[in-house]
């Protein structure tokens, strides 16, 4: 019996025999050419019609048999099954998306990180590699010579008095926020932040069933006169409200703890770009203030790269203790490579030496941008971190202008998107530490151009 089919085999790279085999008979029964109970011909006489071994017969028999295209028994012959397998799911076709690299990103957030590896970085990861991880569980607070470093860093960078105790290494600020939230916080919780704030610290929260109670910012960051007295925690921004940029005066820092202590509450520092501060003098941490009331988040996301997930929770031994009790039945704290090297990495001044460099990088290029877009509404935020924002002028619907930017090959995020129920004025937020700085020249012409228009 032949095959009725006609079958071409290619021996041109496409690839194995008895694959392209089934895939024929496949397509033939998908579509209807072979029909159930329609009886095969034999492995023997397949593989003499086609002129390959037997094997590449057998091998695409045994492969449609698995799957149910066909049935029967050695002996008895071969035929299509009555019952049709099952279909692979059919994905939904994605819209076309513009080619990431046509599009100049300054949206916020991200570090630069040149093309090539440094001396530093290089140095760190082979110090891992001559290294062998611990024969069992590492510490799930993180590793204690890490930890013992970590202290030494929050205490000489942000003057936080602690030691490896109050250490917790993370995976990154959400990570360390989710984690204190899963074990310190209960359904029903108000926790009050920033508005407008950091998205994610709003849905980490509603992942957590709690309550979020939305708090104006103006220039100098949150308004702490707003606060109720029913709060469980506050998340908030200090060293440089996201996205306005404010800096939290001291008195406000102080009024801050003082009504901390009064009422319980705990307060969420996050201070993921302070390590970036141009021409200011530095302002206490609110941990250093009190770690009893606080619990601070350091992050590597904005001195090295996102991708590494990797940072830092400085809070009370009790606490720290209690979110470590949690992680050693979760398993989920970050892995010996990556806290090994950035140990190395603090140890021999690595990261120190990264952040002097970028901020004198990103010092030039917040001074470019803040000149070539001053014409177009007021600039904020702009003594700190990695971005500023463009307060425009009310008239103006700032998605709109993101979209044109798009349009023009440059992406933005419009204030807009930052803000819940607290109105306010529309603006752009402006991220210059990520391109090259002959991108962001590019960039800013480009997006000058569209405010002008
Ligand atoms: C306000 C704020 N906090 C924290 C982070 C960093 O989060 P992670 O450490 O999880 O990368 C970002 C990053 O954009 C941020 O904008």
């Known amino acids: 019996m032949d095959s009725s089919l006609p079958l071409i085999l290619s021996r041109d790279g496409a690839g194995p025999l008895h694959l392209q085999l089934a895939e024929q008979f496949r397509a033939a029964i998908r579509d209807g050419r072979l029909q159930a109970g329609h009886r095969?011909?034999?492995?023997?006489?397949?593989?003499?019609?086609?002129?390959?071994?037997?094997?590449?017969?057998?091998?695409?028999?045994d492969q449609l048999h698995a799957e149910g295209w066909i049935a029967g028994k050695t002996g008895s012959g071969t035929y299509?099954?009555?019952?049709?397998?099952?279909?692979?799911?059919?994905?939904?076709?994605?819209?076309?998306?513009?080619?990431?690299?046509?599009?100049?990103?300054?949206?916020?957030?991200?570090?630069?990180?040149?093309?090539?590896?440094?001396?530093?970085?290089?140095?760190?990861?082979?110090?891992?590699?001559?290294?062998?991880?611990?024969?069992?569980?590492?510490?799930?607070?993180?590793l204690p010579a890490l930890r013992a470093a970590l202290a030494e860093h929050v205490g000489r960078v942000r003057g936080i008095?602690?030691?490896?105790?109050?250490?917790?290494?993370?995976?990154?600020?959400?990570?360390?926020?989710r984690l204190l939230l899963a074990v310190t916080r209960a359904a029903g919780d108000r926790i009050a932040i920033e508005d407008p704030g950091y998205l994610n610290a709003v849905t980490a929260a509603h992942d957590h069933g709690l309550q979020v109670v939305d708090i104006p910012v103006d220039e100098d960051g949150l308004w702490v006169d707003d606060l109720g007295p029913d709060l469980a925690a506050v998340y908030v921004t200090p060293s440089h409200q996201y996205p306005l940029g404010g800096r939290l005066p001291v008195a406000r820092r102080n009024e801050l703890i003082r009504w901390a202590r009064r009422?319980?509450?705990?307060?969420?520092?996050?201070?993921?770009?302070?390590?970036?501060?141009?021409?200011v003098a530095p302002l206490p941490a609110l941990a250093q203030l009190d770690l009893d009331r606080v619990v601070h988040l350091g992050t590597l996301s904005k001195m090295l790269s996102p991708s590494l997930r990797l940072g830092w929770l400085v809070a009370s031994p009790s606490v720290v203790d209690r979110l470590a009790d949690h992680r050693a039945a979760s398993g989920d704290w970050p892995g010996w490579p990556m806290q090994t090297a950035l140990l190395a990495m603090l140890r021999d001044g690595y990261l120190d030496q990264v952040v002097r460099r970028s901020r004198r990088l990103y010092a030039e290029r917040r001074n470019h941008a803040c000149s070539v877009l001053t014409p177009y509404g007021q600039i904020v935020g702009q003594d700190a971190g990695l971005h500023i924002t463009l307060v425009l002028p009310d008239s103006f619907d700032d998605r709109a202008v993101a979209a044109k930017a798009r349009a023009a090959g440059v992406v933005v995020a419009p204030l807009s998107e930052y803000r819940r129920s607290i109105p306010g004025p529309p603006g752009l937020v402006i991220g210059y530490a990520t391109p090259s700085t002959e991108d962001l020249n590019r960039a800013l012409q480009i997006l000058s151009g569209v405010l002008e228009s």
């Open 40 to 61: 095969l011909p034999s492995t023997r006489d397949l593989a003499k019609e086609l002129s390959v071994s037997r094997t590449v017969a057998q091998a695409a028999y």
């Open 80 to 142: 299509v099954a009555d019952v049709v397998p099952l279909q692979p799911a059919q994905r939904a076709a994605r819209p076309p998306q513009p080619e990431a690299e046509e599009l100049l990103s300054l949206r916020p957030g991200i570090p630069y990180i040149g093309a090539e590896a440094d001396p530093g970085w290089r140095r760190a990861w082979r110090e891992v590699s001559t290294q062998v991880p611990a024969r069992g569980y590492d510490h799930p607070a993180g």
């Open 161 to 177: 008095a602690c030691g490896p105790e109050n250490l917790l290494v993370t995976n990154g600020t959400t990570h360390g926020l």
């Open 263 to 279: 009422t319980g509450a705990t307060l969420i520092e996050d201070d993921y770009d302070s390590e970036f501060r141009y021409d």
